[in-house]
T-cell receptor
Framework: RKEVEQDPGPFNVPEGATVAFNCTYS??????FFWYRQDCRKEPKLLMSVYSSGNEDGRFTAQLNRASQYISLLIRDSKLSDSATYLC????????????FGAGTRLAVHP | GAGVSQSPSNKVTEKGKDVELRCDPI?????LYWYRQSLGQGLEFLIYFQGNSAPDKSGLPSDRFSAERTGGSVSTLTIQRTQQEDSAVYLC?????????????FGAGTRLSVL
């Protein structure tokens, strides 16, 4: 079993739609969680940190369920510019921030 | 610039040759990480440096891979006797420190193609 699992997609949605991605992780001792965004042939960039029960940033909402070991990302009112791959990232904090990356979920927003 | 800088951006080499990839972290960042991303895959951890501490090399896939960090700043990842399966994007990241809530910032990567 992979340490961090995501549905690879692609999710094809129209502009204005609401879309949600889920991610599961295997290590129950994981301390913190992130969503990174990666555009085609670009480096990953931090989208949101998820530290406790979840947080919201504009159109983006991240939720954490420790009991079930999953994290979700909700994007409301999708824009064309949201098209990217979304990486679920788990920090196992092995004396330092050891980040474990999921393979990513691809989102394509169309007009 | 103020970000993580990697060079070269692209490298094409022949099987069996050695390659060196360079990473220049954000000024003041003490932690430096190397990752590998194969096509359609997530990022695979390779190695972690923190200040003058011994690096965590647990992610290096074979003894053909090695990395150094000189003066606590610039790092070089060396792949000896490259193989076709080494073809990937090699990403470097840095953070203020190794622990707590320090965010990792990534460079644009080096795209390595082994023919």
């Amino acid at each position: 079993r992979k340490e961090v699992e995501q549905d690879p997609g692609p999710f094809n949605v129209p502009e204005g739609a609401t879309v949600a991605f889920n991610c599961t992780y295997s290590n129950s001792a994981s301390q913190s969680f992130f969503w990174y965004r990666q555009d085609c042939r670009k480096e990953p960039k931090l989208l949101m940190s998820v530290y406790s029960s979840g947080n919201e940033d504009g159109r983006f909402t991240a939720q954490l369920n420790r009991a079930s070991q999953y994290i979700s990302l909700l994007i409301r009112d999708s824009k064309l510019s949201d098209s990217a791959t979304y990486l679920c990232v788990v920090n196992e904090l092995r004396g330092y921030n050891k980040l474990i990356f999921g393979a990513g979920t691809r989102l394509a927003v169309h007009p | 610039g103020a970000g993580v800088s990697q060079s070269p951006s692209n490298k094409v080499t022949e099987k069996g040759k050695d390659v060196e990839l360079r990473c220049d972290p954000i000024s003041g960042h003490t932690a430096l990480y190397w990752y590998r991303q194969s096509l359609g895959q997530g990022l695979e951890f390779l190695i972690y440096f923190q200040g003058n501490s011994a690096p965590d090399k647990s992610g290096l896939p074979s003894d053909r891979f090695s990395a150094e960090r000189t003066g606590g700043s610039v790092s070089t990842l060396t792949i000896q006797r490259t193989q076709q399966e080494d073809s990937a994007v090699y990403l470097c990241a840095s953070s203020l420190g190794g622990g707590g809530k320090n965010i990792q910032y990534f460079g644009a990567g080096t795209r390595l193609s082994v023919l």
